[in-house]
């Protein structure tokens, strides 16, 4: 029972490009979602996050969109580098947890020179 | 300013072993967060300690995991009788107050059981 799903494994964009992460949850008492960056063989990195009052964050090349009637939430890096090919995963705070965060399963993406 | 830290990065253990993984959290954060991540998986929420106290164990196993934050020293996820199941990367995360803002991840301790 996945409450954060991340339904595209990978994603392929050309460098300079927008790359659009997409995001779906099911617990409508989530209050907080993040974004984070993973290398293979090191932690996850913290990219950028959004609380669930705002619709709209934005960090650099970095926004991240979440529509809460849609229970969907999206990452935009715009101009993509070659630099931010990486496994992003969503994930989301809240609902019942006490500070724990809920990841969905992760989305390679690949920005092709 | 150091981050997390975590170690051993690798541990390879027979079926049977114990496995201690440790974690220093970030300096100023007193709230440590385990996560167990499959292959092919994202990461899976397991013990959230602050010092001297577990307040959320629900995604540990019943049997065979236990975690603790001393006063002093780094917080220990401890694994007994390891099977092969249990292979998998762990990753400890801190942060400075609670309810998980802006977790800081460690490396990861990748623990192999053979």
């Known amino acids: 029972d996945q409450q954060v799903k991340q339904n595209s494994p990978s994603l392929s964009v050309q460098e300079g490009r927008i790359s659009i992460l997409n995001c779906d949850y099911t617990?409508?008492?989530?209050?907080?979602f993040l974004w984070y960056k993973k290398y293979p063989a090191e932690g996850p990195t913290f990219l950028i996050s959004?609380?669930?009052?705002?619709d709209k964050n934005e960090d650099g090349r970095f926004t991240v969109f979440l529509n809460k009637s849609a229970k969907h939430l999206s990452l935009h890096i715009v101009p993509s580098q070659p630099g931010d090919s990486a496994v992003y995963f969503c994930a989301a705070r809240g609902g019942g947890s006490q500070g724990n965060l809920i990841f969905g399963k992760g989305t390679k993406l690949s920005v092709k020179p | 300013n150091a981050g997390v830290m975590q170690n051993p990065r690798h541990l390879v253990r027979r079926r049977g072993q114990e496995a201690r993984l440790r974690c220093s959290p970030m300096k100023g954060h007193s709230h440590v967060y385990w996560y167990r991540q499959l292959p092919e998986e994202g990461l899976k929420f397991m013990v959230y300690l602050q010092k001297e106290n577990i307040i959320d164990e629900s995604g540990m196993p019943k049997e065979r995991f236990s975690a603790e934050f001393p006063k002093e020293g780094p917080s220990i996820l401890r694994i007994q009788q390891v099977v092969r199941g249990d292979s998998a990367a762990y990753f400890c995360?801190?942060?400075?107050?609670?309810?998980?803002?802006?977790?800081?991840f460690g490396p990861g301790t990748r623990l192999t059981v053979t």
């Open positions: 995360a801190s942060s400075p107050g609670p309810l998980g803002d802006e977790q800081y």
């Open positions: 617990n409508s008492m989530f209050d907080y």
């Open positions: 959004i609380s669930s009052i705002k």
